[in-house]
């Protein structure tokens, strides 16, 4: 197949990997982002070997090395007294089982790092202020249609608008969101203002009643990253730049740790941001001829096993590679899906099962629920040493058989 031109709705760290993924390999692309300048909101962001290894691929270990964390281990704990229920270790062990790093990194570098890559490779490859709005296609090619009446053509429409896409709607319809009952707060506190043996070069999850917090360290260990999810029956805006009040904060949190108290008291009472947690069902049909989906536009997961933005920059390494190894676009798109969608749709079941694994309320169960599940051996087992750069493509029956 000649190289197509390939349009990317969406400059998020999906569309931007898919963009990089593709000038590397040769083709046209040209990105469409609604927001007038490119960013990501101030918080931490995990990536396990089966994404990292694509971000190498594209020639970025060293400004990954710059700025992320890669943390000794993983460490699961009762929200009161601290007690250690489970480790996963991830220091030189996750790289040796599954041959790169786990990093802990702000989305503002990972997302940066990954709009120079696409700048370095095409300098104008990326439009702003340009909204999706819906697409139309023949067997000749696609359009792209923007809000103001703009439009753009190409060979191949790929929608990575996230979680609220449009081209979402128009190819699966409106998928009904369901509020999980989980909200997400969202805070980074500098190190200077945190007690000095506030925690190792960790990741910690604290797993209570109804309730748990992540919390690991970013921007080479000068800033920790706090995520709490609390249980909370009210549906709220699905918005990661909603402020909160501290205070809500604090008394979702009371009787928890010293060292969980000693981290919100640090933090800047202005910067307290919540959002709701919606869940979707797993689709198995996201594409039409010339258009197909990419992250959370295409299985939008719950935070539980960090794998949403992994799971985008896996689609993106094989995307590319069915495009390069195809006859025509939708033999690609095909083959793209097939091979996407029984992964992808564990990983949001599992991700949703995960939740309520941290929140169980007898801490009796809960240690004995941990020490039966042995999440470390499991995840290594199918998860992180999945290679998007290297997994065999089954087409057709090869892939029935398989599955
Ligand atoms: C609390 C929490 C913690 C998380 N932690 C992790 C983690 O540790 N590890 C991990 O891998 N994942 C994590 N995730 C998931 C991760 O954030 C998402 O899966 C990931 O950001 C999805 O990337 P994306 O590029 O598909 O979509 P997005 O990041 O949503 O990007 C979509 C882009 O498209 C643009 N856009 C939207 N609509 C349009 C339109 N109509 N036209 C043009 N542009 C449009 C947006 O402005 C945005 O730039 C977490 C999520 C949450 C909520």
């Given at each position: 197949m000649k190289k197509a031109k390939v349009m990317i709705a969406g400059a998020g760290i999906g569309g931007l990997t898919a963009a990089a993924c593709l000038l590397k390999k040769g083709f046209e692309v040209?990105?469409?982002?609604?927001?007038?300048?490119?960013?990501?909101?101030?918080?931490?962001?995990?990536?396990?070997?089966?994404?990292?290894?694509?971000?190498?691929?594209?020639?970025?270990?060293?400004?990954?090395?710059?700025?992320?964390?890669?943390?000794?281990?993983?460490?699961?704990?009762r929200f009161d007294t601290g007690e250690l229920m489970h480790t996963i270790p991830f220091a030189q062990a996750h790289?040796?089982?599954?041959?790169?790093?786990?990093?802990?990194?702000?989305?503002?570098d990972i997302h940066?790092?990954?709009?120079?890559?696409?700048?370095?490779?095409?300098?104008?490859?990326?439009?702003?202020?340009?909204?999706?709005?819906?697409y139309s296609e023949s067997e000749s090619g696609v359009k792209l249609y923007l809000s103001g009446g703009a439009t753009a053509q190409g060979d191949l429409l790929i929608g990575a608008d996230g979680i609220k896409s449009a081209i979402r709607s128009q190819i699966v319809g409106e998928t009904p969101a369901i509020y999980t009952g989980y909200v997400a707060w969202r805070l980074t506190v500098p190190r200077s203002r945190l007690p000095a043996d506030i925690m190792e070069k960790?990741?910690?999850?604290?797993?209570?009643?109804?309730?748990?917090?992540?919390?690991?360290?970013?921007?080479?260990?000068?800033?920790?990253?706090?995520?709490?999810?609390?249980?909370?029956?009210?549906?709220?805006?699905?918005?990661?730049?909603?402020?909160?009040?501290?205070?809500?904060?604090?008394?979702?949190?009371?009787?928890?740790h010293p060292k969980v108290q000693s981290i919100i008291d640090s933090a800047d009472r202005n910067e307290c941001y919540r959002w709701a947690l919606n869940n979707r069902r797993p689709i198995f049909n996201w594409s039409t001829q010339r258009?197909?989906?990419?992250?959370?536009?295409?299985?939008?997961?719950?935070?539980?096993?960090?794998?949403?933005?992994?799971?985008?920059?896996?689609?993106?390494?094989?995307?590319?590679?069915?495009?390069?190894?195809?006859?025509?676009?939708?033999?690609?798109?095909?083959?793209?899906?097939?091979?996407?969608?029984?992964?992808?749709?564990?990983?949001v079941e599992q991700s949703t099962e995960h939740g309520g694994l941290y929140h169980i309320v007898d801490a009796e169960e809960m240690k004995r629920t941990f020490a039966a599940r042995n999440p470390a051996k499991e995840r290594s087992e199918w998860l992180y040493n999945y290679d998007p750069l290297t997994v065999p493509l089954l087409h057709g029956a090869e892939y029935e058989a398989q599955t």
């Open positions: 040209r990105v469409f982002e609604q927001a007038q300048q490119l960013g990501e909101v101030g918080a931490g962001i995990q990536q396990s070997a089966n994404a990292v290894k694509v971000l190498y691929d594209l020639g970025l270990r060293d400004e990954l090395e710059r700025v992320a964390v890669r943390p000794d281990n993983y460490e699961f704990r790289e040796k089982a599954h041959g790169a790093p786990y990093y802990h990194i702000h989305r503002a940066r790092i990954l709009a120079d890559a696409v700048h370095a490779l095409a300098p104008d490859a990326i439009t702003l202020g340009a909204r999706a709005t819906g960790v990741g910690t999850v604290w797993c209570g009643p109804k309730n748990h917090a992540v919390v690991y360290w970013l921007c080479s260990g000068q800033v920790l990253n706090f995520v709490g999810i609390p249980e909370r029956a009210q549906w709220e805006e699905e918005s990661w730049t909603q402020r909160r009040p501290w205070e809500e904060l604090k008394a979702d949190y009371a009787g928890w258009a197909t989906l990419l992250g959370d536009a295409a299985h939008p997961t719950l935070p539980f096993l960090a794998q949403g933005a992994v799971m985008a920059i896996e689609d993106a390494a094989v995307l590319a590679r069915c495009l390069e190894g195809s006859a025509t676009v939708p033999d690609a798109v095909d083959l793209y899906q097939r091979n996407r969608m029984v992964r992808t749709a564990r990983i």
